[in-house]
């Protein structure tokens, strides 16, 4: 058998982030990579599946707290640009009302770090990076410390959101082929949409 | 009926098996005058050891981590326990080597991925392991979640099974539909439920509830408890030195949840023989 450890990543790779993106849950899709805003990069700029802007900051150990800080700067900033981004690449499929969360992924967090992000519920996802080493292969592996939380109401003023074209049984999109951890999806499990209703 | 000291002797050496000691020589002595019988009848009479299932996808290396650290901890309570993987986890890496520890806890492959095949090397597992202790213990076997996508008339693998989830919605949504596929295929089923990464024991106490109360409510499942496991560094950490959570950090939170897990695990072993 090969060796097998874990341990916790002081650094982690840009490029095994980059990898796992579409493995996270809801997988992420990559749209920009090290993006100015205004005074520093953005790793990861991401899509997740309903087009909602996912800001993806990766640190090394003991700048969790000072992360926590530039991913609300840049949410800010990105949330000011929404509406230009649609304009000048709409082939991205940013929603119409997309919100803006972030997800800072580091090898550990301070305790301080966790509890100030729960303070912006919605805005902010803790994710604990491993390595894994199989012999002389590695892996990264993601452990969420804070729950990815629903996108939160329509931001927009509500005289200027559009009312919806559909009614809800036309809207209902039918299951969703986003496999679970286990590997297997809603059709798999025969979940129907009152099943998702009772938890999500 | 008069009685003497032989007749009362096993209730005050409960310790002692029909099997063999050592002596102080080092020697094996038979304590039965009749080995062949009373080694026989003995092995009849012992309880297998349980089958407990555990559906864990192939790239899921924390609940692996999760499920291997329960084994060592069934180990260190005095129990046999075996971990059954698929034969494709052979080359995985996906299970240190635990049975290269002291404790009484191996992992065993079996000759195939599917689940008569699983059941099988854990059949042969449970027998096995009855012979070595009179304790009973838990042939632990994980389960590729694919395998269930067309389970018909069930398993006979399939009678205690053991789901873990996080108190992420999506993930709690996940066990119920899980939960609900088991339990259609064969209506006998025992279905417990471990949360895992939970920062504060309120949070997994909800969250079951919530769960037990939609599958009864929805599928008729009477959903088992079998605790929570608090999400804690030290479980990375003691992993970082390739020893289970309990021998390398045994009073970190984490390992005394193992513990307790591992214990509700072994008395419900115990109370029935499962599997």
Not at chain 1, 102 to 128: D, K, N, R, W, Y
Not at chain 2, 68 to 73: P, S
Not at chain 2, 155 to 167: D, K, Q, T, Y
Not at chain 2, 216 to 243: K, N, P
């Amino acid at each position: 058998m090969a060796d097998f450890s874990i341990e916790i990543a002081h650094r982690i790779s840009r490029d095994d982030v980059s990898r796992q993106l579409p493995q996270l849950s809801p997988p992420l899709r990559l749209v920009a990579k090290d993006w100015l805003a205004e005074s520093h990069r953005i790793d990861f700029v991401t899509l997740d599946p309903e087009g909602h802007v996912v800001l993806v900051l990766q640190g090394s150990d003991g700048e969790d707290a000072a992360l926590l800080v530039r991913a609300l700067a840049h949410r800010a900033w990105v949330k000011a640009r929404l509406d230009d981004w649609r304009q000048l690449a709409p082939q991205l499929g940013i929603a119409p009302q997309a919100m803006v969360r972030c997800v800072l992924l580091c090898p550990s967090f301070l305790p301080e770090t966790v509890a100030a992000a729960e303070t912006v519920e919605g805005a902010v996802q803790l994710v604990l990076g491993c390595t894994i080493c199989l012999g002389t292969d590695q892996r990264l592996v993601f452990e969420a410390l804070t729950e990815p939380t629903a996108p939160r109401a329509p931001e927009r003023p509500a005289a200027t959101a559009a009312p919806p074209e559909t009614s809800p049984t036309e809207a209902d999109p039918g299951p969703d082929p986003t496999p679970f951890r286990s590997g297997l999806t809603e059709a798999d499990l025969g979940l129907l949409p009152e099943d998702v209703r009772e938890f999500v | 009926m008069r009685r003497d000291l032989s007749d009362v002797l096993h209730y005050f050496l409960p310790e002692l098996s029909a099997e063999a000691v050592v002596s102080s020589e080092g020697s094996r002595h038979r304590l039965a005058t009749e080995p062949s019988q009373d080694e026989t009848a003995s092995l009849a009479t012992a309880p297998l050891l349980s089958i407990l299932a555990l559906p864990i996808a192939d790239s899921d290396v924390v609940r692996t981590a999760l499920a291997w650290n329960l084994a060592v901890e069934v180990g260190r309570l005095g129990a046999a326990a075996v971990v059954v993987a698929p034969a494709r986890d052979r080359d995985s890496a996906l299970w240190p080597a635990i049975s290269g520890s002291s404790l009484a806890a191996e992992v065993l492959y079996a000759d195939g991925d599917d689940l008569p095949s699983l059941h099988r090397a854990a059949a042969d597992a449970a027998v096995s392991g009855a012979r070595r202790t009179e304790d009973g213990g838990l042939v632990m076997v994980r389960i590729p979640p694919a395998e269930l996508r067309d389970l018909g008339s069930g398993s006979p693998l399939l009678r205690w099974v053991l789901l873990f989830a996080s108190n992420d919605p999506r993930d709690l949504l996940e066990t119920f539909g899980l939960a609900r596929l088991l339990h259609r295929s064969r209506e006998d089923i025992e279905i417990g439920v471990t949360l895992h990464g939970i920062k504060e024991l309120s949070n997994a106490e909800e969250s079951f509830d919530r769960l037990e109360e939609v599958s009864r409510r929805r599928a008729g499942i009477a959903l088992q408890s079998y605790g929570a496991l608090v999400d804690d560094l030290d479980v990375y950490r003691a992993i970082v030195a390739e020893r289970a959570v309990g021998l390398a950090h045994p009073q970190s939170p984490a390992a005394r949840a193992l513990c307790d897990v591992a214990r509700l695990l072994l008395q419900r072993a115990r109370e029935t023989e499962l599997g």
